[in-house]
């Protein structure tokens, strides 16, 4: 758990930097966009995916063979969150709503990427981690 979070910590500045650093050098592309929006994406994502990671890891160390069904349940429940949050993000700034949605998309596809990979990692030694 301590090196997905130290990779995921790594990751949450990374895309918080990079989302400072577009907004002001494409000022023109994303001027309807709110500065504070895509920062606060990056941390919901930071922690919707370290809060899954975490329940994940929970659920293979109780009970591993009922892994998958949990694994898969957890999922369906942040993409509905996903898809709220986004329709919120969405309404709240009507006028960059798609570029909002180009960034969340960016997001999503980075974090997912991440968190397989590390559950890939984990399943592989799940004892190693801990």
């Known amino acids: 758990m301590k090196h997905y979070l130290c990779g995921l910590s790594i990751l949450t500045a990374v895309m ?11 000022m023109p592309l994303f001027a309807p966009v709110p500065m504070w929006l895509l920062p606060v994406a990056v941390v919901y994502f930071a922690v919707a995916y370290g809060v899954q990671y975490w329940l994940s890891v929970s659920s293979v160390n109780k009970h591993p063979k009922a892994f998958i069904q949990f694994f898969l349940a957890t999922t369906v429940a942040v993409l509905f969150l996903h898809i709220v949050v986004l ?25 997912t990427v991440y968190m397989t990979v590390s559950l890939v990692r984990f399943m592989k030694n799940p004892k190693g981690e801990e």
């Open 16 to 26: 918080l930097l990079l989302a400072f650093v577009v907004k002001w050098i494409a």
């Open 87 to 111: 329709v919120g993000g969405m309404l709240v700034n009507p006028a960059g709503g798609k570029r909002f949605a180009i960034g969340f998309l960016i997001l999503y596809v980075v974090y």
